[in-house]
T-cell receptor
Framework: GAGVSQSPRYKVAKRGQDVALRCDPISGHVSLFWYQQALGQGPEFLTYFQNEAQLDKSGLPSDRFFAERPEGSVSTLKIQRTQQEDSAVYLC??????????FGPGTRLTVT | GDSVTQMEGPVTLSEEAFLTINCTYTATGYPSLFWYVQYPGEGLQLLLKATKADDKGSNKGFEATYRKETTSFHLEKGSVQVSDSAVYFCALSLSGGYNKLIFGAGTRLAVHP
């Protein structure tokens, strides 16, 4: 079956622009995670959804970052007024409750 | 706070050499431990896991044993292949939660023929 997909795969934004990154999880997966992976580093947790409820957003680095999953399936991570330090790969993962997380290929964001 | 520390790379080996990538952790409670692998151009994949002390996770010839006394989860393989070249990440998730993962910085492995 289809895995986790993310779009776009690559995004170049000028500093100050808003961006929206999409994640399509595996069908039926209740849990959805967003991670940020800076160059040469491991992924760092941003936020977690259980169905449509955002249960943990403790990893979001600033109030410019916003995530939603309104129907409990597709999720969007939005970054307002992008800064150079936002340049990273943004990873989405989904899982059925308590089980292995399946990762998407990521969106590489470059802010110029 | 909870964290994972793994050996810095790159690790460069010849084919059929023995591999060890060290990983230690700091965590409250009793975490589950994981090794993920990221092949060039691909997403993160779970390689193996262990959920309690003394458990051994294994897959594709790789092994790691959950050592509570040394808070370690070192990855080993007896004979590496060129196709094992990738970045390897050690990670933990805390018990009683929703399995948020905390990753180490990753170790790049390059295997030469």
């Amino acid at each position: 079956g289809a895995g986790v997909s993310q779009s776009p795969r690559y995004k170049v934004a000028k500093r100050g622009q808003d961006v929206a990154l999409r994640c399509d999880p595996i069908s039926g997966h209740v849990s959805l995670f967003w991670y940020q992976q800076a160059l040469g580093q491991g992924p760092e947790f941003l936020t977690y959804f259980q169905n449509e409820a955002q249960l943990d957003k403790s990893g979001l680095p600033s109030d410019r970052f916003f995530a939603e999953r309104p129907e409990g399936s597709v999720s969007t991570l939005k970054i307002q007024r992008t800064q150079q330090e936002d340049s990273a790969v943004y990873l989405c993962a989904s899982s059925s409750q308590g089980n292995e997380q399946y990762f998407g290929p990521g969106t590489r964001l470059t802010v110029t | 706070g909870d964290s994972v520390t793994q050996m810095e790379g790159p690790v460069t080996l010849s084919e059929e050499a023995f591999l060890t990538i060290n990983c230690t952790y700091t965590a409250t409670g009793y975490p589950s431990l994981f090794w993920y692998v990221q092949y060039p151009g691909e997403g993160l994949q779970l390689l193996l896991k262990a959920t309690k002390a003394d458990d051994k996770g294994s897959n594709k010839g790789f092994e790691a044993t959950y050592r509570k006394e040394t808070t370690s989860f070192h990855l080993e393989k007896g004979s590496v292949q060129v196709s094992d070249s990738a970045v390897y990440f050690c990670a933990l998730s805390l018990s009683g939660g929703y399995n948020k993962l905390i990753f180490g910085a990753g170790t790049r492995l390059a295997v030469h023929p």
